[in-house]
């Protein structure tokens, strides 16, 4: 295992959606500092986008000539987005009455507009990983699905500049926790006898396993009913995802603090990108020069307070 200190600190995080503490140590040391992140948006509303096509249903998806080619994109009049098939994607791509809003919607649609063509958004791949198995395919010239920087996936495709930047977190069972009274995550998780859940076919995926390479690995295909029914049910001591996903989990169901507790990774970000084709510098550039300069990155806080308001009517 890598011979690095994952520094961690005791924060309260404070959002629109409700207030949670974090509980976190060092990875290797045990020392405690907090911290006050008070939340502050700038972008004023939520809403579906009117120059997105979705295809919902997957047919014998034709690769394109030029993945991520500007001029060929520009020819056809056409950005083509791989996307998750998934409707109620946390903050990056949820069903309305209206279409769809979202994170990784925004960026689509943003793009499209400066581009001056239509967006095509096929929303039919099941994962993470299918979604950059696609562009790596030339199924689409531009992969967003909440898509973590790993080593693996940099081999696939390109990653463009981050347009969400998170931290890594586990929630752990107290009663694991006060077996070993200060003891490090690497003692206390890094064991052949310790069980450990994450999402099959993310990123958390390939960190867990890096991180704590000695623990058995639990990839669900169900976010509830499976890793979190799992931790509750004392089938797995621990289960690791995004500051994001295991907030919104802590504000909608607090008394789960009571028997977990949530162990932020400082220094350890989850930076979210784009992806395109392994073939396609230009369009990176053209990319990260479009989030510089026309795309306002929120931070966690500022995402939960700004997708309030869909989180109660889509009860996500």
Same mark, same amino acid.
């Given at each position: 295992?890598?011979?690095?200190?994952?520094?961690? !600190?005791?924060?309260?995080?404070?959002?629109?959606?409700?207030?949670?503490?974090?509980?976190? =140590?060092?990875?290797?040391?045990?020392?405690?500092?907090?911290?006050?992140?008070?939340?502050?948006?700038?972008?004023?509303?939520? %809403?579906?986008?009117?120059?997105?096509? $979705?295809?919902?249903?997957?047919?014998?998806?034709?690769?394109?000539?030029?993945?991520?080619?500007?001029?060929?994109?520009?020819?056809?009049? +056409?950005?083509?987005?791989?996307?998750? +098939?998934?409707?109620?994607?946390?903050? $990056? %791509?949820?069903?309305?009455?209206? /279409?769809?809003?979202?994170?990784?919607?925004?960026?689509?649609?943003?793009?499209?507009?400066?581009?001056?063509? +239509?967006?095509?958004?096929?929303?039919? $791949? &099941?994962?993470?990983?299918?979604? !950059?198995?696609?562009?790596?395919?030339?199924?689409?010239?531009?992969?967003?699905?909440?898509?973590?920087?790993?080593? &693996?996936?940099? +081999?696939?495709?390109?990653?463009?500049?981050?347009?969400?930047?998170? =931290?890594?977190?586990?929630?752990?069972?107290?009663?694991?926790?006060?077996?070993?009274?200060?003891?490090?995550?690497?003692?206390?998780?890094?064991?052949?006898?310790?069980?450990?859940?994450?999402? #099959?076919?993310?990123?958390?995926?390939?960190?867990?396993?890096?991180?704590?390479?000695?623990?058995?690995?639990?990839? &669900?295909?169900?976010?509830?009913? /499976?890793?979190? #029914?799992?931790?509750?049910? /004392?089938?797995?001591?621990?289960?690791?995802?995004?500051?994001?996903?295991? /907030?919104?989990?802590?504000?909608?169901?607090? %008394?789960?603090?009571?028997?977990?507790?949530?162990?932020?990774?400082?220094?350890?970000?989850?930076?979210?990108?784009?992806?395109?084709?392994?073939?396609?510098?230009?369009?990176?550039?053209?990319?990260?020069?479009?989030? #510089?300069?026309?795309?306002?990155?929120?931070?966690?806080? &500022?995402? %939960?307070?700004?997708?309030?308001?869909? $989180?109660?009517? =889509?009860?996500?």
């Amino acid at each position: 295992m890598q011979n690095k200190i994952l520094s961690m !600190v005791v924060f309260v995080i404070f959002s629109a959606i409700g207030c949670f503490w974090i509980y976190s =140590q060092n990875y290797k040391d045990n020392a405690i500092s907090s911290s006050n992140n008070p939340a502050t948006t700038r972008v004023s509303s939520v %809403q579906p986008y009117d120059n997105l096509i $979705y295809e919902t249903k997957r047919n014998d998806t034709k690769k394109l000539e030029h993945p991520g080619d500007l001029s060929d994109i520009l020819r056809r009049g +056409k950005l083509v987005v791989c996307a998750l +098939k998934n409707d109620q994607n946390a903050v $990056y %791509q949820v069903k309305t009455s209206n /279409g769809y809003a979202g994170e990784d919607v925004r960026v689509a649609s943003e793009l499209g507009k400066v581009l001056g063509v +239509k967006v095509l958004y096929r929303m039919v $791949y &099941e994962t993470n990983d299918d979604v !950059v198995d696609a562009v790596n395919r030339g199924e689409g010239d531009l992969g967003l699905a909440d898509l973590s920087y790993t080593d &693996e996936r940099a +081999k696939k495709v390109l990653f463009t500049e981050p347009y969400v930047v998170l =931290q890594k977190v586990l929630l752990v069972n107290r009663v694991a926790l006060t077996k070993k009274p200060g003891a490090s995550l690497e003692r206390l998780l890094d064991r052949k006898d310790v069980n450990i859940a994450v999402m #099959k076919g993310t990123s958390y995926e390939r960190f867990a396993k890096k991180l704590f390479p000695k623990a058995k690995i639990h990839a &669900e295909t169900d976010w509830m009913e /499976g890793a979190v #029914k799992k931790l509750e049910e /004392g089938k797995v001591v621990s289960i690791f995802r995004s500051s994001l996903r295991m /907030g919104k989990l802590l504000a909608d169901r607090p %008394q789960i603090s009571m028997h977990f507790v949530p162990l932020v990774l400082k220094g350890e970000k989850d930076i979210i990108s784009a992806v395109t084709n392994i073939n396609s510098p230009a369009f990176v550039l053209f990319i990260n020069n479009f989030l #510089k300069n026309n795309y306002e990155i929120l931070t966690v806080e &500022e995402l %939960q307070k700004l997708y309030q308001k869909l $989180y109660e009517e =889509q009860k996500i």
